[in-house]
């Protein structure tokens, strides 16, 4: 089926496959070749909660490569008057060839896949999984680095709640990549998911000092504390703003070594980042366009040429 | 089998042997048995046992129950075996079989999971991911599940 639920949907070997075709697709994702792969199929936008930037990215990879989109938003629909998720999926099942969808609920996507006979893709559910960011965030790494064997990553800020840096580490670790976790106690990795990557023999290592991990890190992927995940003023006002690089923190990093941050940033990373070879966020963002059209085209069974001009 | 002659010989039914020693009460919930208005329910708890220290022992008259029902106490009580009873004599043994996936069984105990809706058609299902030490997930949102709390979660 081509469903994408979560990262364990696809073995190393469909990852690899994946990114590939991302690759190839890059040209087509910045306009420079036309490439109607998916001329005449319509995607459904579930968004049942906003997240512009990733409806966006979709909607771009789908007319990209030809397709038509229909954007649905719960806002002042049958949604708001309490339909359940089974009858609105029904509905889209009738006027789509592929769905992605947003819930505010963890499992909703799971569910909805089980509910139509479309493809669904998972854009994000609750704190669950977010697997099209993990997808482009590895397409990334892979950019600037070729392999990702061996790699140290640094995963720096709110590792508790943040749902891209748990569904990314599980991935990582299946590369053999060593994980460094840096945030402040209250923000630490779930102790579940720290003894998951390990069960899987990755090395782990956790701190809460962000300036010694750079000159060992291959990838500092930096992320947003958010003041709605904290139950009061007082326990944000402690950690927020305690991870900040800028271009003077970076001088003793590695040549290849990147940043990366899903975005929106706050000041995490200061702007003197963005004029230096590390910065790879505005190209991860840009990324989430051949990814996401890669995996449209795995959805709805498309081959996409080997040869893409 | 002299243990369970703790209690009365039953004619026919079932007796659930093996269960562990305080959970006798939880079987009887999982089993959807209401005794107010059930067949007699007899049960010993706290028995001496030499294959699991202490155990409870439920026996149930008129009633044989089903492989599909028996399989539910595979959250509390997967070692228990099971004898239907027929004229007195012992005419099946059963054991417990703990299913790949629990469907409506028991319900998700995450606050945030799609389930919650109770109005959204789709079965309750967890996962059984490993069985000793039991580890269960919700098939939809992944949490794992405290066996306490599935328990308390019984549908
Ligand atoms: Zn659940």
């Known amino acids: ?309 | 089998m002299s243990e369970m002659r703790r209690v009365t010989a039953i004619k026919n039914g079932t007796v659930v042997d093996h269960i562990p020693s305080g959970n006798a009460l939880m079987v009887i919930r999982m089993l959807r048995i209401d005794v107010s208005r059930s067949t007699p329910v007899s049960l010993v708890m706290n028995v001496p046992s030499d294959k699991v220290g202490r155990k409870d022992v439920l026996k149930i008259e008129d009633r044989e129950l089903s492989q599909e029902e028996l399989d539910r106490l595979a959250l509390i009580a997967p070692a228990a075996s099971i004898a239907i009873i027929r004229n007195h004599a012992v005419a099946e043994k059963l054991v417990v079989d703990l299913p790949s996936d629990l469907i409506n069984i028991a319900s998700c105990s995450f606050s945030n999971c799609i389930t919650k809706n109770d109005r959204e058609p789709l079965p309750q299902r967890l996962r059984v991911i490993s069985q000793d030490p039991l580890e269960v997930r919700c098939y939809y949102c992944g949490k794992g599940q405290e066996i306490s709390e599935l328990i308390d979660n019984i549908l």
């Open chain 1, 1 to 309: 089926m081509g469903d994408l639920v979560t990262m364990d949907d696809l073995t190393n070997e469909e990852i690899d496959s994946v990114l590939v075709v991302a690759e190839r697709l890059v040209p087509v994702a910045r306009g420079d070749v036309h490439l109607p792969l998916l001329q005449g199929k319509v995607l459904a936008n579930m968004f049942f909660e906003n997240s512009t930037r990733t409806r966006m990215s979709f909607e771009t990879a789908m007319k990209r490569l030809g397709g038509s989109v229909m954007n649905f938003s719960s806002i002042g629909t049958s949604v708001s008057k309490g339909e359940t998720l089974f009858d609105t999926m029904q509905m889209i099942d009738g006027y789509a060839d592929v769905a992605a969808i947003r819930h505010p609920r963890q499992g909703a996507a799971q569910y909805s896949a089980d509910a139509v006979s479309i493809p669904i893709l998972n854009a994000g559910d609750g704190a669950g999984n977010h697997p099209t960011q993990t997808m482009l965030d590895l397409l990334t790494i892979r950019q600037a680095h070729g392999s990702m064997e061996g790699l140290n990553v640094v995963l720096v800020g709110d590792l508790r709640y943040g749902r891209t840096v748990h569904s990314l580490s599980h991935a990582l670790v299946r590369f053999g990549v060593s994980l460094t976790l840096v945030s402040p106690p209250s923000l630490r990795m779930p102790d579940e998911i720290v003894s998951d990557l390990r069960s899987h023999g990755a090395e782990v290592v956790e701190t809460e000092t962000l300036i010694e991990q750079i000159p060992n890190a291959d990838v500092i992927y930096m992320t947003r504390i958010q003041k709605e995940r904290f139950p009061d003023e007082d326990e944000y006002a402690k950690v927020a703003g305690i991870y900040k690089l800028s271009a003077s923190d970076l001088t003793g990093a590695k040549k290849g070594m990147v940043v990366m941050h899903p975005l929106p940033r706050v000041d995490e990373i200061d702007p003197s980042v963005d004029s230096t070879d590390h910065a790879f966020y505005f190209q991860q963002a840009f990324n989430g366009v051949p990814t996401r059209m890669a995996l449209l085209c795995r959805s709805l069974g498309v081959e996409v040429p080997e040869e893409v001009v």
